[in-house]
């Protein structure tokens, strides 16, 4: 299957035909004038907006309220954003520049040349060297990921000589897509804060979606997916997941920025998995655990899991639960089918709620003034890391126990995990209170 290095059709840029890369590398990757291009542009009437990183095009037309003459100076501000991710000096490139086409009606750029016969039909985008093309969005802030996106392909696709599988082509150009506004500047966010500032994007909700359907790709199938392959929705929702998992879990950021720092070819994956420090076993498990409960503002560091095996539960055992983190280790190993009390002392500190000016305490039963993913926050919770019936569906975290005191049986061998249900977002100024007692039985 041929695979041109200059080439990256995507999301969204999801070609509208199919049968993957045995395409003929369109010419209009080499020996492009850009400034013969604006004036090009310009005779045919179109709209141009220039920046230092990037000349936008368009045929959107004038006097329509848009924000399409910030778009420039907002790439110029992701431009630096991507060259700090791979380590670049952006002086080093104040003359890069990419050509943009946000295209309404495309046959007006066909009939001026500045969209060649050799780009193929696209339903979202399209990037050829350092050119791309994009449909226009009617939503301003998917239209400016589509924009970045595709930015990130001619950036990567000319400044990285990128040719790699496509899970790492399309899930860097979404995550250095990914951002929000702060004051009309561009803020990246690897894992998006609020879905307030994603409009559209949908890319956590397709992960949930999955992970419901028990459709969730594991890590290693994410690997493996061929460019082919990769053109739905939930392929770009699960490579903007590995990227973030890999960019961002303290336990593989290293290796993966040290295998990033490398040649970006066709044996990256290998290449990452061979890094020091990189274990795929491990990767696939803490992926699952990621995909499993990600959401707005899932702090990668906070919900790293310590997998060990820990001990048979011979005396009781207390601990104190943070609940600023995600699952926790008890370090008691439980059997099949094992009973164990528990109960919980003392009082969770859950910060405030937007709006009320008073701390807000719990007890192991959580306090019914919020609730998050239908429980009361506050509220302990204790699971085991289960295995799905039939192997349908990838691993994930069960709920055996929760509220003050109980029972819980184990579903598995293996260790037992509490944690106090809170949002990513609230459980940031969370602070230690709730104490537990493990009672065997
Ligand atoms: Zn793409």
């Known amino acids: 299957m041929l695979f041109h290095p200059l080439i990256a059709r995507c999301l969204v840029c999801a070609s509208l035909f199919a049968g993957g890369w045995a395409v003929t590398p369109p010419a209009a990757a080499e020996g492009f004038?850009?400034?013969?291009?604006?004036?090009?542009a310009r005779r045919a009437d179109l709209r141009v907006f220039e920046g230092q990183h990037l000349v936008l095009v368009t045929d959107r037309p004038s006097g329509s309220k848009d924000d399409l003459a910030s778009l420039p100076a907002l790439f110029d501000e992701a431009f630096d954003s991507w060259c700090d991710h791979f380590h670049f000096d952006p002086t080093d490139y104040a003359e890069w520049q990419a050509f943009g086409c946000l295209v309404v009606e495309p046959e007006r750029f066909r009939s001026c040349g500045l969209l060649p016969p050799a780009i193929p039909a696209f339903e979202n985008g399209f990037c050829a060297g350092s050119r791309f093309w994009l449909m226009d969005q009617s939503n301003p802030a998917y239209r400016?990921?589509?924009l970045l996106h595709e930015g990130v392909h001619a950036f990567t696709l000319t400044l990285r000589d990128l040719n790699t599988p496509a899970w790492y082509t399309e899930g860097i150009a979404e995550l250095l897509a990914t951002h929000?506004?702060?004051?009309?500047?561009?803020?990246?966010?690897?894992?998006?804060?609020?879905?307030?500032?994603?409009?559209?994007?949908?890319?956590?909700?397709?992960?949930?979606?999955?992970?419901?359907?028990?459709?969730?790709?594991s890590l290693t199938e994410v690997f493996e997916t061929p460019p082919s392959e990769h053109h739905r929705i939930p392929d770009y929702a699960a490579s903007w997941a590995t990227l973030a998992f890999l960019t961002e879990h303290p336990r593989y950021?290293?290796?993966?920025?040290?295998?990033?720092?490398?040649?970006?070819d066709g044996r990256f994956t290998q290449r990452l998995q061979a890094t020091q420090g990189f274990d795929q076993q491990l990767a696939v498990r803490d992926f699952d655990a990621f995909t499993d409960d990600v959401d707005y503002g899932y702090d990668l560091t906070a919900m790293e899991v310590d997998w060990s095996a820990g001990r048979p539960l011979e005396k009781n055992v207390r601990m104190f639960v943070?609940?600023?983190r995600g699952?926790?280790?008890?370090?008691?190993?439980?059997r099949m089918g094992q009973q164990v009390r528990f109960a919980s002392r003392g009082r969770s500190q859950l910060g405030r709620l937007p709006g009320?000016?008073?701390?807000?305490?719990?007890?192991?039963n959580g306090i019914s003034i919020d609730w998050y993913r239908g429980r009361p926050i506050g509220r302990l919770l204790l699971a085991q890391w289960?295995?799905?019936?039939?192997?349908?569906?990838?691993?994930?975290?069960?709920?055996?126990?929760e509220g003050g005191q109980g029972r819980l049986e184990a579903s598995t061998d293996g260790p037992l995990f509490v944690r106090i249900n809170d949002s990513p977002i609230g459980r940031r100024d969370n602070t230690p209170g709730l104490e537990i007692a493990l009672i065997p039985q």
Request: proline share 7%; hydrophobic share 45%; glycine share 6%.
């Open 33 to 40: 004038d850009l400034r013969q291009a604006v004036a090009v």
């Open 144 to 146: 400016r990921h589509l």
């Open 180 to 217: 929000r506004l702060s004051e009309g500047r561009f803020i990246a966010t690897p894992v998006p804060l609020d879905a307030d500032d994603v409009e559209q994007l949908g890319r956590i909700e397709a992960i949930r979606a999955l992970r419901e359907n028990a459709a969730a790709p």
């Open 253 to 264: 950021q290293q290796a993966f920025a040290e295998a990033e720092s490398g040649p970006l």
């Open 322 to 324: 943070d609940p600023a």
């Open 327 to 334: 699952w926790q280790n008890t370090q008691v190993k439980l």
């Open 356 to 364: 009320v000016e008073v701390d807000l305490e719990s007890e192991g």
């Open 386 to 401: 289960v295995m799905p019936a039939n192997n349908q569906g990838r691993p994930r975290f069960i709920v055996l126990g």
